[in-house]
């Protein structure tokens, strides 16, 4: 597994989402998700995101217990407040963010590499920008905000990038060029996330999913399938790549610290790092995915989708 730079960090440029992680949301048992774990570290998998909202603390428990003692890198995200609402509500004053670290500090068993808001609006990021910054070496090493549910976030991942925060995550992907692409001409620590488009871009699609892609509009579904299967597959059975191979080679072609994918087993996970491997797109299909955006990016963008929590 090959590493880039994130904050002062060396990180594998594929990491592993930790929403598969003690969430009922993909109905992993604690015996698969740790295989899953086990896989990411024999991968050389050194990057590891997870939330305090997913699984309501249990995967940052499990993961904090089974990474420990292992030269990794932890980030997490908070802003959930699941402590005091039965349905988790965004909130961002720094009384409870710094009091929500800390619950997460002592569930991972070690202080964060990278503390994040979740999915903050942009307001709340301007407004809680300059306490964040002052956690750093606090709270975590680093200090960021993933940004979401919605994809189209033009507006906070620029508040963020002006506010000088040291990380960022977002959604990129073929399907989701924008607002990315924006982020990487900006520069900084750029975190993606659903680099396949919530498996549109893999082999196992289904317009029916009852994972976390049921989040999607099942029209966004069919029809971006639609056009991956008649533009985006042949591209990929040019260079004999996967679609998830490919989908994730590139948003590596692209100066990102590394790729966050979600995986549900092992075999997954391994398809995801084969493409980790140094060689990035050629630029005729750099090219031609452009083109394709130009084409096909209004109506992709126009139907109205979440990439999750």
């Keep these: 597994m090959r590493l ?29 998700a740790r295989r ?32 420990a003692g292992h030269d990794v890198v932890i980030s997490t995200k908070v802003g959930y407040d699941f402590y005091h609402y039965e349905k988790p509500t965004r909130r961002f004053d720094s009384e409870y963010l710094g009091w929500a670290a800390a619950k997460s500090a002592e569930r991972l068993g070690r202080r964060p590499d990278i503390l994040m808001l979740h999915n903050p609006p942009a307001d709340s990021i301007r407004k809680t920008a300059p306490w964040l910054k002052a956690q750093r070496g606090v709270l975590a090493a680093c200090v960021g905000a993933a940004l979401g549910p919605e994809t189209y976030v033009l507006e906070e991942g620029l508040a963020a990038l002006n506010a000088g925060l040291d990380v960022v995550m977002f959604v990129f992907n073929i399907l989701e060029q924008d607002p990315g692409m924006e982020f990487i001409k900006r520069g900084g620590g750029l975190l993606v ?58 948003v590596l072609s692209f100066p990102v610290a590394s790729v966050v994918v979600t995986a549900t087993t092992p075999e997954e996970l391994e398809e995801y790092a084969t493409a980790s491997d140094g060689k990035p797109l050629p630029r005729d299909h750099l090219e031609r995915l452009e083109e394709f955006w130009r084409r096909h990016g209004a109506t992709l963008s126009a139907a109205p989708s979440s990439g999750g929590r």
């Design 4 to 32: 880039r730079e994130l904050c002062g960090f060396r990180v594998s440029e594929v990491g592993l989402g930790g929403w598969v992680v003690g969430s009922d949301l993909y109905r992993l048992d604690d015996e698969d």
């Design 36 to 67: 899953l774990v086990n896989k990411a570290l024999d991968l050389g998998i050194t990057l590891f995101d997870t939330a305090d909202v997913y699984g309501r603390g249990r995967s940052e428990e499990l993961l904090g217990r089974w990474l």
């Design 193 to 250: 996330r659903v680099p396949d488009a919530t498996g549109v871009l893999t082999d196992r699609f289904s317009p029916n999913p009852t994972d976390h892609r049921s989040l999607r509009p099942r029209e966004w579904l069919i029809k971006a399938r639609a056009l991956v299967e008649r533009e985006i597959a042949p591209l990929a059975r040019e260079l004999g790549l996967t679609l998830a191979q490919y989908a994730v080679k590139y």
